[in-house]
């Protein structure tokens, strides 16, 4: 499965030999930024919201009215037939979950945010945790070990560079974390970053864990969404009934950080970071 989300696109993703890779120009970069700065704006109101008391449809009715004051459209609204805006992804729920009124959130929460939106045919794709009032100090770690493993993987992109290399580095970010916090965590395996640009989901899938030099080569033009999700607990994970909410299988908490980023001459650029 891809994260972001929906799941189905795993397999078709990760085979990535012998299909094309989208490549943008400057001018469609500047529209994909156009987008992303939509999703920032969407994630700024829903962080600012989060609060006990407040149910995830809420959090989720503040993002699609953003959105859609801003010319956009929500772009995870109907897709396979996910009936929200956003992911709200509470606790031990990791990726996917769905907005509801009876999801209200309480003191100590973490919850994850996946916003995703469509400006001019062009997509925006971001996700970052939230803290509910007071949270530990172990689920702090968790979520800055996942931002760093996020910016660790953006730091990695570069012309020329196989898709691995960023990869690579986010596990090396991970491990580095985990020692530095005296502590292991859980790597989730099924899900990870893909492709995005006219679609929302596209060539290649990158996993967050893997040794360098594997896979394709990345080109000024390509737009790729990094996601790293780690865990307190296992890796393993278990898909609830209502087809779409991923949760631990150990019911350990999660964390999960998304930006969009486009492999340019000057550097990676990150489409979905505030102005």
Same mark, same amino acid.
């Given at each position: 499965?891809?994260?972001? !989300?929906?799941?189905? !696109?795993?397999?078709?993703?990760?085979?990535?030999?012998?299909?094309?890779?989208?490549? =943008?120009?400057?001018?469609? #970069?500047?529209?994909?930024?156009?987008?992303?700065?939509?999703?920032?704006? &969407?994630? &700024?109101? +829903?962080?600012?919201?989060?609060?006990?008391?407040?149910?995830?449809?809420?959090?989720?009715?503040?993002?699609?009215?953003?959105?859609?004051?801003?010319?956009?459209?929500?772009?995870?609204?109907?897709?396979?037939?996910?009936?929200?805006?956003?992911?709200?992804?509470?606790?031990?729920?990791?990726?996917?979950?769905?907005?509801?009124?009876?999801?209200?959130?309480?003191?100590?929460?973490? @919850?994850?945010?996946?916003?995703?939106?469509?400006?001019?045919?062009?997509?925006?794709?971001?996700?970052?945790? #939230?803290?509910?009032?007071?949270?530990?100090?172990?689920?702090? *770690? #968790?979520?800055? *070990?996942?931002?760093?493993? $996020?910016?660790?993987?953006?730091?990695?992109?570069?012309? %020329?560079?196989?898709?691995?290399?960023?990869?690579?580095?986010?596990?090396?970010?991970?491990?580095?974390?985990?020692?530095?916090?005296?502590?292991?965590?859980?790597?989730?395996?099924?899900? %990870?970053?893909?492709?995005?640009?006219?679609?929302?989901? $596209?060539?290649?899938?990158?996993?967050?864990? %893997? =040794?360098?030099? =594997?896979?394709?080569?990345?080109?000024?033009? $390509?737009? @790729?969404?990094?996601?790293? $999700? #780690?865990?307190?607990?296992?890796?393993?994970?278990?898909?609830?009934?209502?087809?779409?909410?991923?949760?631990?299988?150990?019911?350990?908490?999660? &964390?999960?950080?998304?930006?969009?980023?486009?492999?340019?001459?000057?550097?990676?650029? +990150?489409?979905?970071?505030?102005?």
């Amino acid at each position: 499965m891809t994260g972001g !989300l929906l799941g189905g !696109l795993r397999t078709a993703l990760s085979s990535w030999r012998g299909r094309m890779i989208e490549i =943008k120009t400057p001018a469609q #970069l500047d529209a994909m930024r156009a987008a992303g700065l939509v999703v920032a704006s &969407a994630l &700024a109101g +829903v962080a600012a919201a989060a609060r006990p008391g407040v149910s995830t449809a809420e959090l989720d009715e503040l993002a699609e009215q953003t959105i859609r004051d801003a010319g956009a459209v929500p772009s995870f609204k109907g897709y396979h037939g996910f009936p929200a805006s956003i992911c709200a992804s509470v606790n031990e729920q990791i990726v996917h979950g769905i907005p509801s009124r009876s999801q209200v959130l309480a003191e100590g929460d973490l @919850i994850s945010v996946d916003c995703g939106a469509i400006l001019d045919d062009w997509h925006g794709d971001s996700a970052v945790t #939230l803290y509910v009032g007071a949270v530990t100090d172990a689920e702090r *770690a #968790l979520s800055d *070990a996942t931002k760093a493993a $996020m910016e660790a993987g953006i730091a990695a992109v570069a012309p %020329g560079a196989r898709l691995t290399d960023v990869s690579h580095a986010i596990e090396n970010s991970i491990h580095a974390s985990a020692k530095a916090h005296g502590r292991e965590y859980g790597i989730v395996r099924e899900y %990870g970053g893909h492709g995005i640009g006219s679609a929302m989901h $596209m060539e290649p899938f990158l996993p967050n864990y %893997g =040794k360098p030099g =594997k896979g394709p080569r990345l080109r000024t033009g $390509m737009a @790729i969404a990094i996601e790293p $999700m #780690l865990t307190l607990g296992v890796e393993e994970t278990v898909e609830l009934e209502d087809g779409w909410t991923v949760v631990t299988a150990d019911g350990s908490r999660a &964390a999960h950080w998304e930006h969009t980023v486009a492999v340019t001459d000057d550097g990676p650029w +990150v489409l979905t970071a505030p102005e």
